[in-house]
C-alpha cells in the first residue's frame, strides 16, 4: 500500500476528500520531479568526477545538493499541512499519529523491477552486479572468479 491510500484509509477520508487529496498529490509530485531530477543529475556530476581534484566544484555541488534536499523538504512538510487541513478535527488527530509512518512510505524506494522496466526479465535472475545468470561476461566466454567476502544471498 502507498502512502496516498495508506493515508486515506487511515484517517477515513470521504470522496471528496479523496479528490482534493489526490489533487494536492498531483500538484506536490508536478513540484518535486525536477528537484529530484536536479539532485540526481548533481550526484551523477559528482561522482563522475571523482578523479578531479577541483574541491571547490565538489563543495558547490554538495552544497547544492543540500539546499534541494531541504527543498524537498519544506514542500513536503508544506504539502501535509495542506493534506491536514482538508480533514475534520477527529480525523486529524488520526492523521496526527499516522504521519510518521506515511512519511516512511514516500521515502522508500518502490521495488526494483529487471532491466526494460515492468515487462523485463524478473529481477531475481539477476545478481547483485545486474547481469542476468547464464549470460557470457567477457569475450571468451568465462565467468569472472567468485567474490571473496560475504556470501551472496539474503541479507540479514
Known amino acids: 500500500m502507498r502512502a496516498f491510500e495508506f493515508i486515506a484509509h487511515e484517517v477515513g477520508m470521504n470522496e471528496q476528500q479523496r479528490r482534493a487529496y489526490e489533487d494536492l498529490r498531483d500538484r ?3 513540484a ?3 528537484i529530484q531530477d536536479s539532485i540526481h543529475d548533481l550526484r551523477s556530476a559528482l561522482f563522475s568526477q571523482l578523479s578531479q581534484s577541483d574541491e571547490t566544484l ?3 555541488q554538495l552544497n547544492t545538493i543540500a539546499h534541494l534536499t531541504m527543498l524537498q523538504d519544506s514542500l513536503t512538510v508544506q504539502h501535509f499541512r495542506q493534506v491536514r487541513a482538508l480533514l475534520t478535527p477527529d480525523q486529524q488527530q488520526r492523521f496526527d499519529s499516522i504521519i510518521s509512518e506515511a512519511a516512511r512510505m514516500m521515502a522508500q524506494p518502490p521495488p526494483p523491477q ?3 522496466g515492468p515487462n523485463g526479465p524478473d529481477r531475481e535472475q539477476f545478481r547483485d552486479d545486474r547481469t542476468p545468470r547464464g549470460m557470457n561476461r567477457g569475450p571468451d566466454g568465462e565467468a569472472p572468479p567468485p567474490r571473496r ?3 551472496m544471498g539474503p541479507r540479514g
Open 28 to 30: 506536490h509530485h508536478l
Open 58 to 60: 565538489r563543495i558547490q
Open 149 to 151: 567476502g560475504r556470501p
Open 32 to 34: 518535486m520531479r525536477p
Open 114 to 116: 529487471g532491466p526494460g
